[in-house]
């Protein structure tokens, strides 16, 4: 079956500079992508979403982009924090524009920040 | 407070026995999951809820059970049938928008 993944299981970085994390989808059909974050022994906690017809939207420090040509999406993170350092997860739904459609997540990629 | 809450946070299990988590939202949203998630994995779906009454089978339904009598809640049973079900479990729910929203979790450990 389809399924979303994930470039880099890992990313170390330092306080202060900008995270890229990446996520590649196969399902041309998915048309709403969310992004969570998990830290240790807690749930995954939503922190920004984008419907396909759209191909960028930002929150605070947060930015997700996607490219449906190569069915990429990104999160960036700005002037990363300590506190952002968690596992980060992308997760596409293939509803296809019917209500609570099953969510298909990736594996995560853990962000490590740096003091 | 609105959200999510799962009971026990922490939840042993002696071989063939069968145990219940519990899931509450008052978020007032249709629809309720259930997920797996083993160390250093993406989640996998057990079962879902879009309305009272009503529930489906997820990608790993085998050896588990739910039961949807009331829109808050949605508890999950894992029976003696699961071999492994040493994992952490996560419900979650969600409302039109499709986001879902998540609990704090069950760590389920079988002694």
């Known amino acids: 079956g389809e399924s979303v993944g994930l470039h880099l299981p890992t990313l170390s970085v330092q306080e202060g500079d900008n995270s890229i994390i990446n996520c590649a989808y196969s399902?041309?059909?998915?048309?709403?992508f969310i992004w969570y974050k998990q830290e240790s022994g807690k749930g995954p906690q939503f922190i920004i979403d984008?419907?396909?017809?759209?191909d960028k939207r930002q929150g605070q420090r947060v930015t997700v982009l996607l490219n449906k040509t190569v069915k990429h999406l990104s999160l960036q993170i700005a002037a990363t924090q300590p506190g952002d350092s968690a596992v980060y997860f992308c997760?596409?739904?293939?509803?296809?524009?019917?209500?609570?459609?099953?969510?298909?997540f990736g594996q995560g990629t853990i962000l490590t920040v740096h003091p | 407070d609105g959200g999510i809450t799962q009971s026990p946070k922490y939840l042993f299990r002696k071989e063939g026995q069968n145990v219940t988590l519990s899931c509450e939202q008052n978020?007032?949203?249709?629809?309720m999951y259930w997920y797996r998630q083993d160390p250093g994995q993406g989640l996998r779906l057990i079962y879902y809820?879009?309305?009272?009454?009503?529930?489906q089978k997820g990608d790993i339904a085998e050896g588990y059970s739910v039961s949807r009598e009331k829109k808050e809640s949605f508890p999950l049973t894992v029976t003696s049938a699961q071999k492994n079900p040493t994992a952490f479990y996560l419900c979650?729910?969600?409302?039109?928008?499709?986001?879902?929203?998540f609990g704090p979790g069950t760590r389920l450990t079988v002694l």
């Open positions: 979650a729910s969600s409302d039109y928008t499709d986001t879902q929203y």
């Open positions: 399902n041309s059909a998915s048309d709403y």
């Open positions: 984008i419907r396909s017809n759209m």
């Open positions: 997760a596409e739904n293939m509803a296809g524009g019917t209500s609570y459609g099953k969510l298909t």
């Open positions: 978020l007032n949203h249709d629809a």
């Open positions: 809820s879009q309305i009272v009454n009503d529930f």
